[in-house]
T-cell receptor
Framework: GQQVMQIPQYQHVQEGEDFTTYCNSS?????IQWYKQRPGGHPVFLIQLVKSGEVKKQKRLTFQFGEAKKNSSLHITATQTTDVGTYFC???????????FGQGTRLTINP | GAVVSQHPSRVICKSGTSVKIECRSL??????MFWYRQFPKKSLMLMATSNEGSKATYEQGVEKDKFLINHASLTLSTLTVTSAHPEDSSFYICIGVGEQETQYFGPGTRLLVL
């Protein structure tokens, strides 16, 4: 079936280090979205990427959408303790119009 | 921006009872609403796709007779968990699809079945 694979599952870093999570889809995506979920909370929308090769930045966060629209990454520069949480990608499957979530990457930070 | 409300936010019920969860798009029309379930420390799993005025499309492994979905209007979709059991305890989230396929999350409903 349609899948969006996300790695790594867990990442522990020292505060100030960089962090990257990757998503790969088995099928072409219409768009990909990124969400952040804090413990006990619901996923909060961060950004949506639509165009092939698109790169968007939000302060220390950089989001990329691959040329083939099958993969994406989220990179955080110089992590802060407020970045703690689980980051999910979600791809809108082209044609099927279903939003499929990756497994999430849980980020923990040592202050 | 567009908002999706979900009610109730938390519910505790006894095993065997039914629970209805409402999802409303407050300032846009959602022809499509997705229903997801999230178990602790797991990802969101799509349960069904609900289209206004038609039957919901259920994902493989999701019992349509147990999880009844109704999308009677462009602003309201409901999910009823019938004869709930402890294994149905989960976080249920609806997502309304607005213009240009933009998705809007509901805040979720935590269901605990005793």
């Amino acid at each position: 079936g349609q899948q969006v694979m996300q790695i790594p599952q867990y990442q522990h870093v020292q505060e100030g280090e960089d962090f990257t999570t990757y998503c790969n889809s088995s099928t072409t995506l219409s768009n990909i979205q990124w969400y952040k979920q804090r413990p006990g909370g619901h996923p909060v929308f961060l950004i949506q990427l639509v165009k092939s090769g698109e790169v968007k930045k939000q302060k220390r966060l950089t989001f990329q959408f691959g040329e083939a629209k099958k993969n994406s990454s989220l990179h955080i520069t110089a992590t802060q303790t407020t970045d703690v949480g689980t980051y999910f990608c979600a791809g809108l499957i082209q044609g099927a119009q279903k939003l499929v979530f990756g497994q999430g990457t849980r980020l923990t930070i040592n202050p | 921006g567009a908002v999706v409300s979900q009610h109730p936010s938390r519910v505790i019920c006894k095993s065997g009872t039914s629970v209805k969860i409402e999802c409303r798009s407050l300032d846009f029309q959602a022809t499509t609403m997705f229903w997801y379930r999230q178990f602790p420390k797991k990802s969101l799993m799509l349960m069904a796709t609900s289209n206004e005025g038609s039957k919901a499309t259920y994902e493989q492994g999701v019992e349509k007779d147990k999880f009844l979905i109704n999308h009677a209007s462009l602003t309201l979709s409901t999910l009823t968990v019938t004869s709930a059991h402890p294994e149905d305890s989960s976080f249920y989230i609806c997502i309304g699809v607005g213009e240009q396929e933009t998705q809007y999350f509901g805040p979720g409903t935590r269901l605990l079945v005793l």
